[in-house]
């Protein structure tokens, strides 16, 4: 089997509402589809969600990659042997994770099509076929509408994430706060701060954090300050039960291996977009539980390719320290996938059909492609 044809299609996908976390506010999302087909017929899909604060790609640079760089190793290539490809790739290009996680998406689909199982199977994964999902209350200023959000969210879900560190101290606080009088005692909080506290403003806030029933801190402060997240970890973790999640700080499997050394955090989110796809990140979730550290699947609120992949991946992965982060194709006006995920008590199934096990929507990618606007 040999691939016969690569094709890179940019898309302009809206989100349904702004979307606020960190120092961005999304309302449209560059999201780039990778369409290998093969000379049997088969046809293997991958997404690329780039996120700028995470590496420099570019929807336009994807494509770029994708023509110039990707193509010419995968054409005529036997898509079975996706290590040999993907480091001729990378032996030409550095930090294109987001390229390469749509990259190992359609290797991976057209693997486990031809062998006729859903990818999870293909990877030899744990037989689970439920994965739990957390609602996403993106940061606002205002509390009162922090506490609105949780509570929409908290009919769907029942781990719920916040974000911080965008605003003041105080008034993150506040939000958080606020929210949990909303939603009651019921729903656990996940709480992401991107990496812009300071050690002090954890010390400032981890009471209040656990009375408001917040399990998990992710990257409470700045990505490459391992000594600092090292401190938080202590303030959280032994003194008030909060695991810390190692995020923007683990981009390899390596950087497992620093984390662990100087107790970073507790917990490695393996998403796999950040992480260049599936494969590197079972990789790096082998390297934290050799580490005695905890696993979370993450995202970046992608579409249904990206997200399908996302659910073999946390059914792979199996056991985790809290729920996934993979209901970001409801975040968007649009879908290009079938059929739409729809989490019944906060839970989403693993697609069981062949590869992804998901039907790509010609008509919505032909609609969304962004060389028609
Ligand atoms: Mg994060």
Same mark, same amino acid.
């Given at each position: 089997?040999?691939?016969?044809?690569?094709?890179?299609?940019?898309?302009?996908?809206? *989100?349904?509402?702004?979307?606020?976390?960190?120092?961005?506010?999304?309302?449209?999302?560059?999201?780039?589809?990778?369409?290998?087909?093969?000379?049997?017929?088969?046809?293997g899909w991958g997404e %690329?969600? =780039?996120?700028? #604060?995470?590496? %420099?790609?570019?929807?336009?640079?994807?494509?770029?990659?994708? &023509? !110039?760089?990707?193509?010419?190793?995968?054409?005529?290539?036997?898509?079975?042997?996706r290590s040999?490809?993907a480091?001729?790739?990378?032996?030409?290009?550095?930090?294109?994770d987001?390229?390469m996680a749509a990259v190992d998406t359609a290797l991976l689909d057209?693997a486990a099509?031809?062998?006729?199982?859903p990818l999870s199977?293909h990877l030899g994964g744990?037989? +689970? &076929?439920?994965?739990?999902?957390?609602?996403?209350?993106?940061? /606002?200023? /205002? =509390?009162? +509408?922090?506490?609105?959000?949780?509570?929409?969210?908290?009919?769907?879900?029942?781990?719920?994430?916040?974000?911080?560190?965008? $605003?003041?101290?105080?008034?993150?606080?506040?939000?958080?706060?606020?929210?949990?009088?909303?939603?009651?005692?019921?729903?656990?909080?996940?709480?992401?701060?991107?990496? *812009?506290?300071?050690?002090? @403003?954890?010390?400032?806030?981890?009471?209040?954090?656990?009375?408001?029933?917040?399990?998990?801190? !992710? #990257?409470?402060?700045?990505?490459?300050?391992?000594?600092?997240?090292?401190?938080?970890?202590?303030?959280?973790?032994?003194?008030?039960?909060? @695991?810390?999640?190692? @995020?923007?700080?683990?981009?390899?499997? #390596? &950087?497992?291996?620093?984390?662990?050394?100087? !107790?970073?955090?507790?917990?490695?989110?393996v998403g796999l977009s950040k992480l260049g796809g599936v494969s590197a990140a079972l990789r790096t979730a082998d390297? %934290?539980?050799?580490?005695? *550290?905890?696993?979370?699947v993450g995202g970046?609120?992608e579409? $249904?390719i990206a997200n399908a992949a996302g659910l073999h991946l946390a059914a792979c992965v199996?056991?985790?320290?809290?729920?996934?982060?993979l209901?970001?194709?409801?975040?968007? %006006?649009? #879908?290009?996938?079938?059929?739409?995920?729809?989490?019944?008590?906060?839970?989403?199934?693993v697609?069981?059909?062949?590869g992804l096990?998901?039907?790509?929507? !010609?008509?919505?990618?032909?609609?969304? /492609?962004?060389?028609?606007?």
């Open positions: 089997m040999n691939i016969v044809s690569v094709e890179a299609i940019p898309l302009r996908a809206e *989100l349904s509402a702004p979307f606020r976390f960190a120092h961005i506010t999304r309302t449209v999302s560059s999201n780039v589809v990778v369409r290998l087909t093969t000379d049997e017929g088969l046809v %690329a969600c =780039p996120v700028p #604060q995470l590496t %420099a790609e570019t929807q336009r640079s994807i494509v770029e990659i994708v &023509d !110039e760089r990707v193509a010419p190793v995968l054409l005529g290539a036997d898509p079975l042997h040999e490809w480091g001729r790739i990378l032996s030409t290009s550095h930090a294109i987001f390229t057209i099509k031809s062998a006729g199982v199977r744990y037989a +689970t &076929d439920t994965v739990e999902v957390h609602g996403s209350v993106g940061w /606002d200023a /205002d =509390p009162a +509408t922090v506490a609105r959000t949780a509570a929409t969210a908290a009919e769907r879900f029942r781990w719920l994430k916040l974000y911080a560190g965008r $605003g003041s101290l105080e008034g993150d606080l506040r939000g958080i706060e606020a929210a949990r009088e909303e939603v009651g005692e019921a729903h656990p909080f996940l709480l992401d701060v991107n990496g *812009l506290w300071s050690v002090t @403003d954890v010390a400032r806030a981890a009471d209040r954090l656990r009375r408001a029933g917040v399990r998990l801190v !992710e #990257q409470p402060v700045a990505p490459t300050d391992l000594p600092g997240n090292a401190r938080a970890t202590r303030i959280l973790t032994d003194g008030n039960g909060i @695991d810390v999640v190692a @995020d923007e700080s683990v981009r390899r499997p #390596q &950087d497992v291996v620093r984390v662990a050394h100087a !107790e970073a955090a507790s917990v490695v989110n390297v %934290a539980r050799a580490h005695g *550290l905890g696993v979370l970046v609120v579409l $249904g199996g056991a985790t320290s809290g729920p996934a982060y209901m970001g194709p409801l975040k968007y %006006a649009r #879908q290009i996938t079938a059929p739409v995920i729809a989490p019944v008590d906060s839970t989403l199934e697609p069981r059909g062949p096990g998901v039907e790509i929507d !010609e008509e919505a990618l032909t609609a969304l /492609d962004a060389r028609r606007h």
